[in-house]
C-alpha cells in the first residue's frame, strides 16, 4: 500500500513527488507514455512568468507568483537551468498602454516584486531590435526562463533519489475507493493501493476525474503553436518580449531560451483531440505576423522547427485543485494551463497541504535536497574537461555535432532514475536531436547507443511513443 | 602538436587538399575527421557514377574514395579519426577532442573541408504532425547502406535534390515502394541523368510545382497531403491530395558547415553560405583556406577533387611563405548567376582561377562569357546550362594577367523554364 500514489508524470506530478519525497512516505507516480515528461511539459514557451497578469485573488495568482520564488531556489538545489533574464509587455498605443497600467496594479496586488512602466527610450536601450513603434512597456525583472524538460526530469530524479517509485506505460482505467484505500488499476492489468491519490493528468486530468465519478471540469485543449529559431540569430533580444494580451491568453512572445535559441509563439486555438499536436500555415501565419510586429528584424528563415503543444484549459479559467466528492483523500489537480511550469512547485506544496491533513507529515531525516545536472562537457573549463575525460573516456566521442554533446552525457542520460528511454528522450536530456542539423548526422548513432544501452535491438528503439521506431528491419531481411 | 598545413574534414575535399598540401612541401600535414573513417559522405554513396571525369571511369562513393586514401595512407600524412575540432582561431590555433583526450594544434596553414549538411522539416515549414519516419534523405541513405536497416515501405519523397533521387531508386531495390518525389520548383533540382537513372526507369513519378503541405500520424508517418503551387509557390486550391505512406524522405537542399570557419572569423557570402575565397581558394583570413561543399554545394565530386587540390597546394604555399600575391581583382556573378568563385582573383599568380557557377534558370545553347568591363577575356558555348549543374571553367593567367577592373562572368541566350 502507497501513502501516495501521483497519475501524470509532467511537471506537476514530478514537483509534487518531490515535495512529498522530504517526508516519511511510501510514493509511486504513474505515467501512461513511454517517459516523464511527454505532454504540456515538453511544448511550451518555457517561461516563468512574473505572475502580474493571472486576475488579483485567483488560484493562478497565487501560485504563479509562490512558484517564480520557489523556482530562485530549486534551481539552485536541483541545478535546473533558470535565468530570469525579465519580460516586457509592449505597448503600441493608447489601449495598449491602458491595458499595461492595469497589468501593472495587478500584479502589485498580486505581490509581484520588480514592476515597471518604462518609456520608449529605456526599452530600446534594454532591447535595440523591438519596432521602434513601440510606445510603452511593462518591464518585470522576477520573469525568468526555463527547460521545461529539465525541470521535470530534476524534479523526478531527485523525488527518486528519496525513494519515489515510478512506473512508466501505466494508464490508469479505473479508480475505486473500498474501506481503507484507493485502488488504481491500469490498461497493463497493474493494480495499485493508495492512501492518498493524487490526479495531475494534465490534457487527461478531466478523464482521470471521471473516473471517479467527478465531473467538475472538462479540459478543452487549447494549441499553441511555435517556431524554434538556429542560435546564430540569438542576440536578437535578450528578454521575453511579449505582446499586450487578450482574453485569449498571454499572446505570442518572442524570447531567448535557456538553451540560446529564440522560441516564437504560440498560437491559441481550441481543438477537440488531446493528442492533436499539429502545426498549421494558418496558425504559423499569426506566430510570424505578431512576431513581426513585435521584432520586426527576427530573422523567421533561421527556423529550425516547428513544433506545437496543448495546454490543458478548462472553462473555469483557473486552478482548480480540489478533493474528489466521491473519493476522500483523492485530490484533482484541474486546468493547469499557463502559468502551469511557474507555478508547478507551488501546486506542489498545496497538494502536500492536502495531504498533511490527511497524513502525518514526517521529514525525512536523510533527505537528499541536492541534483546535480547532466555535466555539458563543452561548457566546462578547460581543467575541469580533463578531469572528466581522466574518470570518463565516453567524454571522448562527440556525437551530436551541432550541439557538441558527447557519449558521456548521453548514456549518463540514459543510466540516471527516470533515464531516457527513447531518441526524443535523450533529445530533451541532454540536446542530440535539438540542434540545426536536427539529428541528420547523430541519428543513426544515438539508435545504436540506445540499443546498447538498453539492452533492445535498433529495430525496438523508439523515437517517442509506442509504434514510432525508427527503423523497421534489416536491409534485405524484409524481401 | 605543430602542423604545416591542418585539413579539418577527412571526404574528398580534404583528401584531394591533404594529398596535395603534401606533395608540394607541407612536409608535416594531418588530416582531422569527426567520423569513424575517412572517405566522408562517399562511404554512403554506393550507387555508381563517381570519377568520369578524374579516372575516365565509373567508380561507387566508396572506390572513389579509396582512390584517395590509399595516396594519403601511401604518405606520410598523420589521420585523426573520431576527433572533433572544437575550436579554432584565425591565428590557426586548433582545440580537437578525440581519442586521444583534448588535443591542441598549431598550424602554419589551414584547410577548412568541413562539407556540408541537409536542410530540414524545420527549415523548410512543413506543416503538420512530427512522427518518426521522416528523415532526411542522407541519413536515410546511411542507415540503409552503411548500417544495413531499412527505414519504411511506402514512401513519399520531398524534393529533387541528388540525394533523393538516388535514394529513390535504393528504397525500390530494397523492397519499397516509392509512391512519388514532390519537387516545389518546376524544374528539378537533381542531375539530368539521375531523373533518368532513378525516377523514369522505375517509373517513379516526379511532380514538379508541388509542395508537402502537411504530415499525418502521430507517431510513424500515415500519410502526407501535397498541392500544386504557382509560381510564387503559393498552394493552389482545390489541389490537395492525400497521400498514404510511412516515411516522408527529404532532399530539399544542403548548407554549407561553417561554424567552425565563423570561429576563426572567415566571413561568408550570402549567396554560397561559403567562405569568401580567392583565386587560390584562400579565405579573407590568410593561411586559411576552404574548398568542397563547405565553400560551396557541388554536384560532382570530381569538381570538389579539382577545387581542393588548389586549396592543398596553395596551402602549402602559404605554409612555405611563398603564397605573397599583392595584385586581386574582384569577380561577379551576372544577372543570370546565382553566384559565382572565387569572389576574388590574383592576378599575379601564374596559376590562373577555376571559375564556378550556378544559373539561376534553364538555359538552351548559351554562351557562358567572362568579361573585365565590356571586354570579352574567354568565352564557351554549351548545348544547355541548369540551376542544377554547377559549371567549372578554368581561366589561364594569360588571360587575365594585364587587367585593371573586375571581372564578370554571365550567360547569353534563351531562358528556357
Redesign the interface.
Known amino acids: 500500500m502507497y501513502d501516495c500514489l501521483i497519475i501524470g508524470a509532467g511537471v506537476v506530478g514530478a514537483a509534487t513527488a518531490r515535495e512529498l519525497s522530504k517526508y516519511d512516505l511510501k510514493i509511486a507516480v504513474l505515467e501512461k507514455g513511454t517517459e516523464v515528461c511527454q505532454g504540456t511539459s515538453k511544448s511550451n514557451s518555457a517561461i516563468v512568468h512574473g505572475g502580474y497578469d493571472a486576475t488579483h485573488g485567483s488560484l493562478k495568482a497565487k501560485l504563479n507568483v509562490r512558484g517564480e520564488k520557489l523556482f530562485e531556489t530549486l534551481s539552485k538545489e536541483l541545478n535546473i537551468p533558470f535565468d530570469k533574464c525579465g519580460s516586457l509587455v509592449l505597448a503600441f498605443n493608447e489601449e495598449d498602454e491602458k491595458k499595461l497600467q492595469e497589468l501593472y496594479e495587478n500584479g502589485l496586488k498580486n505581490g509581484v516584486e520588480g514592476l515597471k512602466i518604462i518609456d520608449k527610450d529605456e526599452i530600446l536601450m534594454m532591447e535595440p531590435h523591438v519596432s521602434k513603434e513601440v510606445t510603452k512597456a511593462l518591464y518585470c525583472s522576477e520573469a525568468g526562463i526555463v527547460c521545461p524538460f529539465n525541470a521535470t526530469f530534476a524534479f523526478i530524479e531527485n523525488a527518486m533519489d528519496n525513494g519515489v517509485e515510478l512506473f512508466l506505460d501505466e494508464k490508469v482505467i479505473e479508480i475505486e475507493k473500498n474501506d481503507d484505500a484507493i485502488l488504481v488499476r491500469t490498461e497493463k492489468g497493474s493494480e495499485f493501493q493508495t492512501k492518498i491519490l493524487i490526479n495531475s493528468a494534465g490534457l487527461y486530468s478531466d478523464e482521470i476525474a471521471s473516473l471517479a465519478g467527478d465531473t467538475e471540469f472538462t479540459v478543452k485543449p487549447r494549441r499553441g503553436e511555435y517556431r524554434?529559431l538556429d542560435k546564430?540569430v540569438s542576440d536578437i533580444v535578450k528578454h521575453v518580449i511579449f505582446t499586450t494580451p487578450t482574453k485569449a491568453g498571454k499572446g505570442i512572445l518572442v524570447s531567448p531560451t535557456v538553451h540560446g535559441n529564440i522560441i516564437v509563439g504560440p498560437t491559441s486555438d481550441p481543438v477537440e483531440d488531446k493528442?492533436d499536436?499539429?502545426?498549421?500555415?494558418s496558425g504559423?501565419s499569426k506566430v510570424d505576423e505578431v512576431a513581426r510586429k513585435l521584432v520586426p528584424e527576427l530573422a523567421l528563415n533561421e527556423?529550425?522547427?516547428?513544433?506545437s503543444g496543448l495546454r490543458a484549459s478548462i472553462s473555469q479559467g483557473d486552478f482548480l485543485i480540489y478533493e474528489s466528492k466521491n473519493i476522500k483523500g483523492m485530490i484533482n489537480l484541474g486546468g493547469i494551463d499557463s502559468p502551469g511550469l511557474a507555478s508547478s512547485p507551488a501546486i506542489a506544496e498545496e497538494v502536500r497541504d492536502f495531504v498533511s491533513r490527511h497524513l502525518d507529515l514526517v521529514e525525512k531525516k536523510n533527505f537528499i535536497k541536492e541534483r546535480k545536472a547532466i555535466p555539458h562537457f563543452?561548457d566546462l573549463s578547460?581543467v575541469e574537461?580533463?578531469e572528466i575525460?581522466k574518470k570518463n573516456p565516453n567524454y571522448?566521442?562527440?556525437i551530436c555535432?551541432?550541439e557538441?554533446i558527447?557519449e558521456g552525457e548521453i548514456i549518463e542520460a540514459i543510466h540516471r532514475n527516470a533515464g531516457a528511454r527513447t531518441v526524443d528522450g535523450i533529445k530533451r536530456r541532454v540536446r542530440p536531436g535539438s540542434g540545426?542539423?536536427?539529428?541528420?548526422?547523430c541519428?543513426?548513432r544515438i539508435l545504436?547507443i540506445l540499443s546498447r544501452e538498453l539492452g533492445i535491438p535498433?529495430?525496438e528503439v523508439?523515437?517517442?511513443?509506442?509504434?514510432?521506431?525508427?527503423?523497421?528491419?534489416?536491409?534485405?531481411?524484409?524481401? | 602538436m605543430e602542423y604545416d598545413c591542418i585539413v579539418i574534414g577527412g571526404g574528398p575535399a580534404g583528401l584531394a587538399a591533404a594529398i596535395e598540401a603534401k606533395d608540394n612541401g607541407a612536409d608535416k600535414t594531418c588530416i582531422i575527421e569527426r567520423d569513424r573513417e575517412l572517405g566522408g559522405i562517399l562511404n554512403q554513396c554506393i550507387h555508381n557514377g563517381f570519377g568520369l571525369h578524374e579516372f575516365k571511369e565509373e567508380l561507387t562513393g566508396p572506390e572513389y574514395a579509396y582512390r584517395f586514401i590509399e595516396e594519403v595512407l601511401k604518405r606520410d600524412i598523420d589521420v585523426y579519426l573520431n576527433t572533433m575540432v572544437m575550436d579554432i582561431s584565425k591565428d590557426k590555433e586548433v582545440v580537437a577532442l578525440g581519442d586521444r583526450g583534448l588535443m591542441n594544434f598549431k598550424a602554419k596553414s589551414i584547410v577548412l573541408a568541413m562539407g556540408c549538411r541537409e536542410r530540414t522539416a524545420g527549415a523548410i515549414g512543413v506543416k503538420g504532425f512530427r512522427p518518426s519516419g521522416v528523415y532526411n534523405a542522407g541519413m536515410a541513405q546511411r542507415l540503409i547502406n552503411m548500417e544495413g536497416y531499412l527505414v519504411g515501405k511506402e514512401v513519399v519523397i520531398y524534393g529533387s535534390g541528388d540525394i533523393g533521387l538516388i535514394m529513390a531508386r535504393r528504397m525500390t531495390l530494397e523492397g519499397a515502394k516509392v509512391k512519388a518525389v514532390v519537387e516545389i520548383m518546376p524544374h528539378s533540382s537533381g542531375l539530368n541523368r539521375n531523373i533518368h537513372q532513378c525516377l523514369n526507369d522505375f517509373d517513379i513519378p516526379l511532380l514538379l510545382s508541388h509542395k508537402v503541405a502537411e504530415i499525418h500520424g502521430k507517431n510513424r508517418v500515415e500519410g502526407v497531403t501535397i498541392a500544386e503551387v504557382d509560381n510564387k509557390f503559393n498552394e493552389i486550391e482545390g489541389t490537395r491530395e492525400y497521400i498514404s505512406c510511412d516515411t516522408l524522405l527529404l532532399s530539399v537542399g544542403l548548407i554549407p558547415e561553417n561554424e567552425l570557419s565563423q570561429k576563426a572569423e572567415v566571413s561568408l557570402d550570402p549567396r554560397t553560405k561559403g567562405a569568401f575565397v580567392d583565386s587560390n581558394m584562400q579565405t579573407e583570413i590568410p593561411g586559411i583556406f576552404s574548398c568542397g561543399n563547405v565553400l560551396h554545394v557541388h554536384d560532382i565530386v570530381d569538381f570538389v577533387t579539382r577545387e581542393s587540390r588548389i586549396a592543398g597546394k596553395n596551402a602549402a604555399r602559404f605554409a612555405r611563405g611563398e603564397l605573397n600575391n599583392k595584385k586581386y581583382v574582384d569577380v561577379y556573378p551576372g544577372d543570370k548567376l546565382i553566384y559565382v568563385l572565387p569572389q576574388k582573383i590574383a592576378l599575379d599568380d601564374e596559376n590562373g582561377a577555376l571559375i564556378c557557377f550556378r544559373s539561376r534558370k534553364i538555359y538552351r545553347n548559351p554562351i557562358v562569357k567572362i568579361y573585365t568591363e565590356d571586354k570579352v577575356l574567354k568565352e564557351k558555348k554549351y548545348k544547355i546550362i541548369v540551376p542544377s549543374e554547377m559549371i567549372q571553367i578554368p581561366l589561364k593567367n594569360d588571360v587575365i594577367k594585364n587587367i585593371n577592373g573586375s571581372i564578370r562572368v554571365d550567360i547569353e541566350g534563351e531562358e528556357n523554364d
Open positions: 524554434i546564430k493528442e499536436t499539429r502545426t498549421t500555415d504559423i527556423t529550425i522547427r516547428l513544433f563543452n578547460d574537461k580533463e575525460l571522448k566521442r562527440i555535432r551541432c557538441m558527447t540545426r542539423c536536427q539529428g541528420g548526422f541519428g543513426p545504436e535498433v529495430e523508439l523515437k517517442e511513443g509506442q509504434g514510432s521506431n525508427i527503423v523497421i528491419g534489416r536491409t534485405k531481411g524484409v524481401l
